[in-house]
């Protein structure tokens, strides 16, 4: 199976700071990965589809990048409804992973 | 407005058996992949299982092969999911999604507890 390790797990930084997740999968799996934030209690939402795609309704200053193996999410001005936890999916092959998840506090 | 609501959690002991379903509305149930995606207490999201949109081709985390069956009525716009053997670390919510290019819409969950 694709293991997806995402980084950092945890990451504290202030309103209009510029934010960035990586995640770096196992093996080559082109552009098939999302990316997903999830606020306490609440179910996942989708941000960017096929690694560099924003889902319709998103603000623009989420973004995506990468293929292949490494994979990043920005964040270019933290406004206060972003601090959650975010998690990227590779959706190569079965069995589909989610990388382990970052929580980004406020500082 | 799409909706996906799922039902059938609850409190079972270690070896019993569960059957989660989601009710599907909004869209056309029947020609969408939909998966079954679960969350410890605390913790991450793992997937679980992947079904096409006729239910002719099903996939499975190796932690649930041979316990899980994921099912579909495309008629009545639910999917299932069977839990069979179930274990102490089965005890997650259970989060039924559509897949529409990315996990697009997701239920609010169903509480599974494995406990004795």
Redesign the interface.
């Known amino acids: ?1 694709i293991q997806m390790t995402q980084s950092p797990s945890s990451l504290s930084a202030s309103v209009g700071d510029r934010v960035t997740i990586t995640c770096r999968a196992s093996q080559g799996i082109g552009n098939d990965l ?1 990316w ?1 934030q ?1 606020k306490s209690g609440k ?4 941000l ?3 690694a560099s ?1 924003l ?1 319709s309704g998103v603000p623009s200053r989420f973004s995506g990048s990468g293929s292949g193996t490494d994979f990043t999410l920005t964040i270019s001005s933290l406004q206060p409804g972003d601090f959650a936890t975010y ?1 990227c ?1 590779h ?1 190569y092959t ?8 970052t929580r980004l506090e406020i500082k | 407005e799409v909706q996906l609501v799922e039902s059938g959690g609850g409190l079972v002991q270690p070896g019993e058996s569960l059957r989660l379903s989601c009710a599907a509305s909004g869209f056309t149930f029947s020609t969408f992949w939909m998966h079954w995606v679960r969350q410890a207490p605390g913790k991450g999201l793992v997937w679980v299982s992947h079904i096409n949109s006729d239910g002719s081709e099903t996939n499975y985390a190796d932690a649930v092969k041979g316990r899980f069956t994921i099912s579909r009525d495309n008629a009545k716009n639910t999917l299932y999911l069977q839990m069979n053997s179930l274990r102490a670390e089965d005890t997650a919510r259970y989060f039924c999604v559509r897949d529409w290019i990315g996990f697009d819409y997701w239920g609010q969950g169903a509480l599974v507890t494995v406990s004795s």
């Open positions: 199976a999302t997903y999830q179910a996942p939402k989708l960017i589809y096929a795609n889902q998690y999916l959706e079965y069995p589909y992973t989610f990388g382990q998840g």
